[in-house]
Structures are given as structure tokens and as C-alpha cells.
T-cell receptor, first 115, second 120 residues
């Protein structure tokens, strides 16, 4: 079974500050990991994904995440927050060796950006 | 590329009626689509996995007779909420899997914009 824990249901930063959203996973096999962003009343947009290639993954909108096997983590970062980054962020894990292609989501982290 | 649409975006219906929601992959073929439900300020809850040409696989606790899923083609899956009640009011989101028969590094779920269902 796989699971995802997102530490902090709400993160607040100032515009221009570093964004750090935490994600830890549990998986019995090397996982695929994803970060999605959701703006109010919209679906999810893929930010980036890790699929066992480079451990540092760069995504859209200046976000990146680093896969750390020893820490079972996949934290999302952005050097400088922008007002438009305010949204809900979901970390997700899938089993690349399974046959059901399911994603298991964390509970989400709401990011607010203060002017 | 990899665009998924949902229709309608918002629907209000009376209790007891049925509502159909469509999910389409616009620029790719999806043998597998997923239906999620999201309550306010909560994460996505997987309801079922929809496979083209076969019966959907429902998650534990999801009533298959209430939430009918049809995946008639490689670009269309529909979710019908039958005899809807106020407790079925929610945000329903579909996703379509872009990938081959075996999971590869390109395997990614792309999400639709969601459908807000309100049952009066």
C-alpha cells in the first residue's frame, strides 16, 4: 500500500520569499511521484513528476522538487513566491509496477502569498 | 497537448433526478480514465477506474448502481449520478491516463476542470 503525507495543511509566505511544501511518501516499491496544483473551482494541473530518472525535477512556473530516497521525501520548492502561486497543492504517488495506474493523493497544502 | 474536458462545468438539479457528466480527452486516446470526488477543502477521493470497453472498477464504499460509469470510446467516459440527493452534491473531477499498456515514465494522469454538482 502507498500513502502520502503532506506536512502543513496551510503555508503562508510573503511575495518573493522561498516556497517549501513538504511531502513524504510510503511505498513498498520505488514510486513515481507527482505534484499537482489546483486553483479554486478548477481541476488539477501537473506541476512536475519524478519517474526514477534525475532526482531533482524541474517543473512549470519555476517549481522544482527533489526526490530523496533516504528521507522518503519529495518536497516542492520555488525560490521566489509570486502572488499567482496562491493555490492548493497536492502531492501524489503511484506504483509504476502495478497494473491499476492509480494515484494516491496527500491531503493538500493551501499556499497563500502575502503582498 | 494532453487536454481533458468535462461537461457540464456546473449543474443544479432537483432531488431524485439523474445527472450525466462527460469527460473527454481532446488530443489523445485514453484507455483508462478515473473519476474523483472532492469535498470542500479536502483532497480527491478516487471513486472508480474506467477502462475502455469493460466494466468500471469501483473503490470500496462507492455504490456502483448509483454512480454509473460508461467508457464507450478511447476519448469519452461518462459518470451518471442516478437518483441524486443533496448528499451527492460535490465537485466531481475526471482524469485521463496518457500512457501505454505498461506503465512507463511517460505515464501521467491529466485532469479535467471539474463539475460542480448541486442537488436541491
Amino acid at each position: 500500500a502507498q500513502s502520502v503525507t503532506q506536512l502543513g495543511s496551510h503555508v503562508s509566505v510573503s511575495e518573493g520569499a522561498l516556497v517549501l511544501l513538504r511531502c513524504n511518501y510510503s511505498s513498498s516499491v520505488p514510486p513515481y511521484l507527482f505534484w499537482y496544483v489546483q486553483y479554486p473551482n478548477q481541476g488539477l494541473q501537473l506541476l512536475l513528476k519524478y519517474t526514477s530518472a534525475a532526482t531533482l525535477v524541474k517543473g512549470i512556473n519555476g517549481f522544482e522538487a527533489e526526490f530523496k530516497k533516504s528521507e522518503t521525501s519529495f518536497h516542492l520548492t520555488k525560490p521566489s513566491a509570486h502572488m499567482s502561486d496562491a493555490a492548493e497543492y497536492f502531492c501524489a504517488v503511484s506504483d509504476p509496477w502495478g497494473s491499476n495506474y492509480k494515484l494516491t493523493f496527500g491531503k493538500g497544502t493551501l499556499l497563500t502569498v502575502n503582498p | 497537448g494532453a487536454v481533458v474536458s468535462q461537461h457540464p462545468s456546473r449543474v443544479i438539479c432537483k432531488s431524485g433526478t439523474s445527472v450525466k457528466i462527460e469527460c473527454r480527452s481532446l488530443d489523445f486516446q485514453a484507455t483508462t480514465m478515473f473519476w474523483y470526488r472532492q469535498f470542500p477543502k479536502q483532497s480527491l477521493m478516487l471513486m472508480a477506474t474506467s477502462n475502455e470497453g469493460s466494466k468500471a472498477t469501483y473503490e470500496q464504499g462507492v455504490e456502483k448502481d448509483k454512480f454509473l460509469i460508461n467508457h464507450a470510446s478511447l476519448t469519452l467516459s461518462t459518470l451518471t449520478v442516478t437518483s441524486a440527493h443533496p448528499e451527492d452534491s460535490s465537485f466531481y473531477i475526471c482524469s485521463a491516463r496518457l500512457g501505454g499498456a505498461k506503465t512507463t515514465s511517460t505515464d501521467t494522469q491529466y485532469f479535467g476542470p471539474g463539475t460542480r454538482l448541486t442537488v436541491l
